[in-house]
C-alpha cells in the first residue's frame, strides 16, 4: 500500500531528541467548559495539522483503523469506555496511533446521547522503530479524545502546527537489564519472534491481571519493541491494541482492562 511519507522526528543531540506528530481529530465541536455538543451538531474533522493533506483522509478513518464495518459503544471493553480505546499501527511509511470513543452530547459527566470522538497522530514509522517505548509513553500520557472548542476559529484548527516533545534517549543496557527480568516480556517476545518465523497473525492477550493500567502495559510493550532490531522483518504488521474488543491482523498486542482473570493466549 502507498501512503504519503511522513519525514518527522529528527534527532536532536546526543541524550536526547524531538519526538513529533501531526494530528487529526474526527467528531463534533463541544461547547464551554464541559464541551457540551449541540445536538444538531454534525460530525467533521475538527482539527488537523499543518501538512498533513486530505490524501491522508483516507487512510484515518477510525473504521479502518480499528478493522470495523461500524464503531458502536460495544466494539470497545466495557473498562475501557471513559477513556477510549487505543490503537497504535503502521501504514506505509508512517506509524499511526489512535485513541476513539463515545461521550455523553452534555459532557464527560452528562447522561446525554452519545457521540463518536477520535484524535489520531501520525509520525515517521523509522522514528518510531527507534523510539517505541518513549512514543508510546507520551501517547499514554497525551492522547485524548475530545471536542475542539467550536469558539477556536476553523482557520486555526484546521492548520495547526504539529505537537513535539523533548525526550531523554534511552540506555540500551537498561532497556535490556528491564526486559529481561520481566515475566511480561516472554510472552510478547514469543509472539514477535514467533511471527517473524511463520509470518502467520498471532495475538497475545493481557489484561487487569497482568497491568493494572492501560499505561502500564503501553510502558512494557514499549521497551519490549525498544529490544527489536530495526531489521526486524514484521515491524509494519506490528499492532499494539487497548480497549479494543477485537484484535486486529498481523502481530497483535492487546490489553484488555476488564479481563481480571488469566486468559488462554491465541
Known amino acids: 500500500m502507498r501512503v504519503p511519507l511522513m519525514a518527522m522526528g529528527a534527532p536532536a543531540g546526543e541524550e536526547s531528541c524531538i519526538i513529533s506528530f501531526h494530528r487529526l481529530h474526527y467528531g463534533k465541536l463541544g461547547e464551554g467548559e464541559e464541551r457540551r455538543v449541540p445536538p444538531s451538531a454534525g460530525y467533521a ?18 473504521l479502518r ?7 458502536e459503544p460495544d466494539a470497545i471493553d466495557i473498562d475501557a469506555r471513559t477513556t477510549g480505546c ?4 503502521s501504514v506505509g511509511d508512517s506509524i499511526v496511533l489512535m485513541r476513539a470513543r463515545f461521550r455523553p452530547e452534555d459532557g464527560e459527566r452528562g447522561f446525554g446521547r452519545l457521540h463518536q470522538q477520535a484524535a489520531i497522530w ?7 522503530q527507534r523510539h517505541p517505548a518513549a512514543s508510546l509513553s507520551v501517547a499514554a500520557q497525551e492522547l485524548r479524545a475530545l471536542p475542539d472548542l467550536a469558539v477556536e476559529s476553523e ?29 511480561w516480556a516472554i510472552p510478547m517476545l514469543e509472539l514477535l519472534l514467533e511471527g517473524a518465523e511463520t509470518g502467520a497473525d498471532a495475538v ?3 489484561g ?6 492501560e499505561a502500564e502495559f503501553l510502558a512494557a510493550v514499549g521497551l519490549t519493541l525498544q529490544m527489536l532490531p530495526r531489521a526486524f ?12 474488543a477485537h484484535p486486529l491482523p498481523g502481530l497483535c498486542l492487546r490489553y484488555v482492562p476488564s479481563w481480571r482473570h488469566a486468559r488462554a493466549a491465541a
Open 208 to 213: 487487569a491481571h497482568d497491568f493494572a493500567s
Open 45 to 62: 474533522v475538527t482539527r488537523r495539522s499543518r501538512g498533513l493533506g486530505r490524501e491522508w483522509d483516507p487512510y484515518l478513518s477510525p
Open 86 to 89: 487505543l490503537v497504535a499501527r
Open 65 to 71: 483503523l480499528m478493522g470495523l464495518r461500524r464503531f
Open 155 to 183: 482557520a486555526a484548527r484546521l492548520n495547526d502546527p504539529p505537537l513535539s516533545w523533548r525526550i531523554a534517549r534511552l540506555d540500551a543496557e537498561g532497556v535490556r537489564h528491564v526486559v529481561e527480568r520481566s515475566d
Open 204 to 206: 497475545r492477550d493481557f
Open 122 to 128: 501520525v509520525g515517521a514509522l523509522e522514528f518510531f
Open 233 to 244: 522483518p514484521r515491524w509494519r504488521d506490528i499492532s499494539v491494541v487497548s480497549g479494543l
